[in-house]
């Protein structure tokens, strides 16, 4: 089992950056592929970016290539998400999640599930 926890959302200008954390928890967490997700009012979640549980590969969504950076810490149970030039349609809560199926794109690939940060970005 993997517990997962969200910080570092919040509110931004547009152009700004955001370090969001995911601290991970459980026996399984360094051989765990994670993933980050988001969803917005009354839109469905969406894939953002995922890593495999080395770290040596990264997958990115359309809107975050060139913008947002997965990394991972398996000394630390930690994965990030670090986000630059935030946009107000980056606006959203954020959920990391882990999985046994590297760099998948579906969230009904991921198995845990953080409970999410928001991070709102103004114009």
């Known amino acids: 089992q993997v517990q997962l926890v969200e910080s570092g959302g919040g509110l931004v200008q547009a152009g700004g950056s955001l370090r969001l954390s995911c601290q991970a928890s459980?026996?399984?967490?360094?051989?765990?592929?994670m993933g980050w997700f988001r969803q917005a009012p009354a839109r469905e979640r969406e894939f953002v970016a995922a890593?495999?549980?080395?770290?040596?590969?990264?997958r990115y969504a359309d809107s975050a290539k060139g913008r947002f950076t997965i990394s991972r810490d398996n000394a630390k149970n930690m994965v990030y998400l670090q986000m630059n030039s935030l946009k107000p349609e980056d606006t959203a809560v954020y959920s990391c999640?882990?999985?046994?199926?590297?760099?998948?794109?579906?969230?009904?690939?991921?198995?845990?599930w953080g409970p999410g940060t928001q991070v709102t970005v103004s114009s």
């Open positions: 999640a882990a999985g046994v199926f590297g760099l998948a794109t579906l969230a009904s690939a991921y198995k845990y």
């Open positions: 459980g026996h399984t967490f360094s051989s765990s592929h």
């Open positions: 890593i495999t549980w080395s770290g040596a590969s990264t």
